[in-house]
Nanobody, 125 residues
């Protein structure tokens, strides 16, 4: 069984930085991890993903160049460093894990088996 717990959300101002953490308990190796977000009234969308080994990363166009995903397998933790935050980044952020490969389905929420409870990020203008 895999459990994920996000942390690091909060209220920030536009232009600020924030780092989200996703601690994975249970099996961590062999799992790709994705970050998704869901704004009020909108569907959940892909933000970023990192492969099982950490050698592959992917980003949504809306965050490319501002967000960086990384993982520390020794700490069973995946990070999402968010820089130059914008009001449109306001959302609940979720991390999710899957062990069915990365490159073909990293962007699809339905491909992920395990989900965290989410952490809220609010960016004020």
């Amino acid at each position: 069984q895999v459990q994920l717990v996000e942390s690091g959300g909060g209220l920030v101002q536009a232009g600020d930085s924030r780092r989200l953490s996703c601690v994975v308990s249970g099996t961590f190796r062999g799992y790709a991890v994705g970050w998704f977000r869901q704004a009020s009234g909108k569907e959940r969308e892909f933000v970023s993903g990192i492969s099982e080994s950490g050698d592959l990363t992917r980003y949504a166009d809306s965050v490319k160049g501002r967000f960086t995903v990384s993982r520390d397998n020794a700490k069973n933790t995946v990070y999402l460093q968010m820089n130059r935050l914008k009001p449109e980044d306001t959302a609940d952020y979720y991390c999710a894990a899957k062990n069915t490969g990365f490159t073909l389905t990293y962007y699809s929420p339905g491909a992920y088996t395990y989900w965290g409870q989410g952490t809220q990020v609010t960016v004020s203008s």
